[in-house]
Protein backbone atom coordinates (compact mmCIF):
# COMPACT_ATOMS: atom_id res chain seq x y z
CA UNK A 1 0.00 0.00 0.00
CA UNK A 2 1.57 3.44 -1.23
CA UNK A 3 0.80 5.96 1.47
CA UNK A 4 2.31 8.46 -0.01
CA UNK A 5 1.94 8.86 -4.27
CA UNK A 6 4.25 10.86 -5.90
CA UNK A 7 4.19 12.24 -9.79
CA UNK A 8 5.91 12.34 -11.99
CA UNK A 9 8.88 10.10 -11.66
CA UNK A 10 10.49 11.87 -14.29
CA UNK A 11 10.56 15.42 -15.21
CA UNK A 12 12.83 17.86 -18.02
CA UNK A 13 12.83 20.98 -17.38
CA UNK A 14 14.71 23.71 -19.48
CA UNK A 15 17.13 25.93 -17.28
CA UNK A 16 15.26 28.71 -15.92
CA UNK A 17 12.33 26.78 -15.59
CA UNK A 18 10.48 26.06 -12.63
CA UNK A 19 9.93 22.67 -12.08
CA UNK A 20 7.10 21.25 -9.99
CA UNK A 21 6.44 17.69 -8.05
CA UNK A 22 3.59 16.81 -6.44
CA UNK A 23 2.58 14.36 -3.41
CA UNK A 24 -0.15 13.07 -1.68
CA UNK A 25 -0.78 11.39 1.60
CA UNK A 26 -3.59 9.39 3.39
CA UNK A 27 -2.71 8.94 6.96
CA UNK A 28 -3.88 11.87 8.56
CA UNK A 29 -1.57 11.29 11.27
CA UNK A 30 1.42 12.22 9.33
CA UNK A 31 3.12 15.80 11.01
CA UNK A 32 6.34 15.92 9.35
CA UNK A 33 6.87 16.29 5.25
CA UNK A 34 10.35 16.39 4.45
CA UNK A 35 12.00 16.47 0.93
CA UNK A 36 15.37 14.49 0.13
CA UNK A 37 17.65 15.39 -3.09
CA UNK A 38 19.92 12.15 -4.12
CA UNK A 39 22.70 12.73 -6.98
CA UNK A 40 24.07 9.40 -8.19
CA UNK A 41 25.69 7.16 -6.13
CA UNK A 42 25.01 9.02 -3.12
CA UNK A 43 22.52 9.07 -0.52
CA UNK A 44 19.49 11.35 -0.15
CA UNK A 45 20.03 14.49 1.91
CA UNK A 46 17.22 17.04 3.25
CA UNK A 47 16.45 19.45 1.13
CA UNK A 48 13.40 21.19 2.96
CA UNK A 49 10.68 20.15 5.51
CA UNK A 50 7.40 21.81 6.60
CA UNK A 51 4.97 20.70 9.12
CA UNK A 52 1.38 20.77 8.49
CA UNK A 53 0.63 24.01 10.40
CA UNK A 54 2.13 26.28 7.61
CA UNK A 55 0.99 26.18 4.22
CA UNK A 56 4.50 27.59 2.50
CA UNK A 57 7.90 27.29 3.29
CA UNK A 58 10.31 28.71 1.37
CA UNK A 59 13.99 28.48 0.79
CA UNK A 60 16.22 30.04 -1.58
CA UNK A 61 15.08 28.66 -4.68
CA UNK A 62 12.97 25.61 -3.35
CA UNK A 63 9.53 26.10 -1.85
CA UNK A 64 7.29 23.66 -0.32
CA UNK A 65 3.59 24.28 -0.49
CA UNK A 66 1.18 22.57 1.45
CA UNK A 67 -2.53 21.48 1.42
CA UNK A 68 -3.67 19.86 4.81
CA UNK A 69 -7.11 19.74 3.45
CA UNK A 70 -6.33 17.93 0.40
CA UNK A 71 -3.63 16.42 1.72
CA UNK A 72 -1.52 17.36 -1.03
CA UNK A 73 2.19 19.09 -0.74
CA UNK A 74 4.50 19.81 -3.73
CA UNK A 75 7.90 21.25 -4.11
CA UNK A 76 8.68 24.04 -6.62
CA UNK A 77 11.85 24.78 -8.14
CA UNK A 78 12.55 28.37 -9.51
CA UNK A 79 14.92 29.01 -11.62
CA UNK A 80 15.92 25.34 -12.57
CA UNK A 81 19.51 24.69 -12.85
CA UNK A 82 21.37 22.06 -14.41
CA UNK A 83 23.06 21.56 -11.16
CA UNK A 84 19.65 21.06 -9.74
CA UNK A 85 19.35 17.27 -12.02
CA UNK A 86 18.85 14.64 -9.21
CA UNK A 87 16.04 12.62 -7.76
CA UNK A 88 14.07 13.87 -5.30
CA UNK A 89 11.67 12.29 -2.89
CA UNK A 90 8.89 13.39 -1.04
CA UNK A 91 8.24 12.03 2.42
CA UNK A 92 5.58 11.72 5.29
CA UNK A 93 7.07 10.81 8.61
CA UNK A 94 5.09 10.51 12.38
CA UNK A 95 7.13 10.51 15.44
CA UNK A 96 6.86 6.51 17.13
CA UNK A 97 8.37 6.35 20.35
CA UNK A 98 11.77 6.98 19.75
CA UNK A 99 12.27 6.74 15.92
CA UNK A 100 10.93 8.75 13.24
CA UNK A 101 8.40 6.48 10.99
CA UNK A 102 8.57 7.89 7.56
CA UNK A 103 7.10 7.09 4.41
CA UNK A 104 8.72 7.93 0.60
CA UNK A 105 7.43 8.03 -2.28
CA UNK A 106 8.80 6.97 -5.22
CA UNK A 107 11.20 9.38 -6.33
CA UNK A 108 11.04 12.16 -9.52
CA UNK A 109 14.25 11.97 -11.82
CA UNK A 110 14.63 15.23 -12.23
CA UNK A 111 16.78 16.41 -15.36
CA UNK A 112 17.34 20.16 -15.63
CA UNK A 113 18.55 20.74 -19.42
CA UNK A 114 21.19 23.89 -20.53
CA UNK B 1 33.02 15.91 9.98
CA UNK B 2 29.84 14.42 11.58
CA UNK B 3 28.34 12.18 9.32
CA UNK B 4 27.36 8.24 8.30
CA UNK B 5 30.57 5.99 6.22
CA UNK B 6 28.72 3.10 4.84
CA UNK B 7 31.11 0.46 3.86
CA UNK B 8 32.15 -1.24 1.23
CA UNK B 9 30.40 1.41 -1.60
CA UNK B 10 30.41 -2.04 -3.83
CA UNK B 11 29.43 -5.62 -3.02
CA UNK B 12 29.40 -8.42 -4.63
CA UNK B 13 28.20 -11.72 -3.66
CA UNK B 14 27.76 -15.30 -5.02
CA UNK B 15 23.57 -16.22 -4.32
CA UNK B 16 23.81 -18.44 -1.33
CA UNK B 17 26.49 -16.66 0.08
CA UNK B 18 25.89 -14.00 3.62
CA UNK B 19 26.92 -10.43 3.15
CA UNK B 20 27.45 -7.63 6.10
CA UNK B 21 26.96 -4.34 5.20
CA UNK B 22 28.82 -2.04 7.64
CA UNK B 23 27.51 1.33 9.11
CA UNK B 24 28.76 3.75 11.22
CA UNK B 25 27.72 6.74 12.80
CA UNK B 26 29.93 9.74 14.92
CA UNK B 27 26.56 11.92 15.18
CA UNK B 28 25.56 10.63 17.93
CA UNK B 29 22.20 9.72 17.23
CA UNK B 30 20.11 7.22 19.09
CA UNK B 31 18.00 5.96 16.06
CA UNK B 32 19.23 3.83 13.30
CA UNK B 33 17.76 2.64 10.23
CA UNK B 34 18.34 0.35 7.49
CA UNK B 35 16.34 1.19 3.73
CA UNK B 36 16.46 -0.75 0.82
CA UNK B 37 16.26 1.52 -2.64
CA UNK B 38 15.21 0.02 -5.91
CA UNK B 39 14.42 1.48 -9.21
CA UNK B 40 10.74 3.06 -8.98
CA UNK B 41 10.11 1.90 -5.50
CA UNK B 42 11.37 4.54 -3.09
CA UNK B 43 13.23 3.68 0.22
CA UNK B 44 12.01 0.67 1.83
CA UNK B 45 12.59 0.11 5.70
CA UNK B 46 14.33 -3.07 6.72
CA UNK B 47 14.99 -2.21 10.35
CA UNK B 48 15.70 0.48 12.62
CA UNK B 49 16.90 0.62 16.35
CA UNK B 50 16.14 3.13 18.80
CA UNK B 51 18.86 2.41 21.15
CA UNK B 52 21.55 -0.34 22.08
CA UNK B 53 20.37 -3.52 22.44
CA UNK B 54 16.97 -3.17 20.67
CA UNK B 55 16.02 -3.14 16.90
CA UNK B 56 12.56 -3.67 15.71
CA UNK B 57 11.55 -4.89 11.89
CA UNK B 58 10.54 -2.82 9.45
CA UNK B 59 8.49 -3.40 6.33
CA UNK B 60 10.45 -6.14 4.64
CA UNK B 61 12.58 -7.06 6.94
CA UNK B 62 12.51 -11.08 5.53
CA UNK B 63 15.90 -12.52 4.63
CA UNK B 64 18.10 -9.69 6.97
CA UNK B 65 19.54 -9.22 10.06
CA UNK B 66 20.97 -6.77 12.00
CA UNK B 67 22.50 -6.19 15.72
CA UNK B 68 23.15 -2.91 17.55
CA UNK B 69 25.64 -3.62 20.02
CA UNK B 70 27.45 -0.57 20.15
CA UNK B 71 25.47 3.24 19.49
CA UNK B 72 27.78 4.01 16.41
CA UNK B 73 27.58 0.83 14.27
CA UNK B 74 24.24 -0.55 12.84
CA UNK B 75 25.35 -3.42 10.93
CA UNK B 76 23.33 -5.57 8.48
CA UNK B 77 23.41 -9.14 7.28
CA UNK B 78 21.81 -10.03 4.24
CA UNK B 79 20.89 -13.43 4.26
CA UNK B 80 20.78 -16.49 1.89
CA UNK B 81 17.01 -16.57 2.36
CA UNK B 82 16.75 -13.06 0.81
CA UNK B 83 15.08 -13.82 -2.30
CA UNK B 84 16.23 -10.54 -4.17
CA UNK B 85 19.09 -9.25 -2.32
CA UNK B 86 20.55 -7.08 -5.29
CA UNK B 87 19.75 -3.50 -4.65
CA UNK B 88 21.26 -0.37 -3.05
CA UNK B 89 21.29 -0.35 0.58
CA UNK B 90 21.25 2.85 2.60
CA UNK B 91 21.79 3.13 6.95
CA UNK B 92 19.96 6.24 8.51
CA UNK B 93 20.19 7.63 11.68
CA UNK B 94 18.01 10.51 13.38
CA UNK B 95 17.72 12.37 16.59
CA UNK B 96 14.37 10.80 18.55
CA UNK B 97 12.33 12.22 20.95
CA UNK B 98 12.95 15.72 19.58
CA UNK B 99 9.73 15.91 17.39
CA UNK B 100 10.21 15.16 14.02
CA UNK B 101 13.90 15.40 12.71
CA UNK B 102 15.40 14.83 9.43
CA UNK B 103 16.96 11.45 8.84
CA UNK B 104 21.16 11.62 7.71
CA UNK B 105 21.63 9.37 4.95
CA UNK B 106 25.30 7.08 4.30
CA UNK B 107 26.44 7.22 0.57
CA UNK B 108 25.02 3.66 0.35
CA UNK B 109 26.39 0.35 -0.54
CA UNK B 110 25.22 -1.03 -3.79
CA UNK B 111 25.49 -4.73 -3.55
CA UNK B 112 24.67 -7.42 -6.75
CA UNK B 113 24.31 -10.83 -5.92
CA UNK B 114 24.57 -13.35 -9.13
Known amino acids: QQQVKQSPQSLIVQKGGISIINCAYENTAFDYFPWYQQFPGKGPALLIA?????SEKKEGRFTISFNKSAKQFSLHIMDSQPGDSATYFCAASMGSGGYQKVTFGIGTKLQVIP | DGGITQSPKYLFRKEGQNVTLSCEQNLNHDAMYWYRQDPGQGLRLIYY???????QKGDIAEGYSVSREKKESFPLTVTSAQKNPTAFYLC?????????????FGNGTRLTVT
Open chain 1, 50 to 54: IRPDV
Open chain 2, 49 to 55: SQIVNDF
Open chain 2, 92 to 104: ASSIPRIGNSPLH
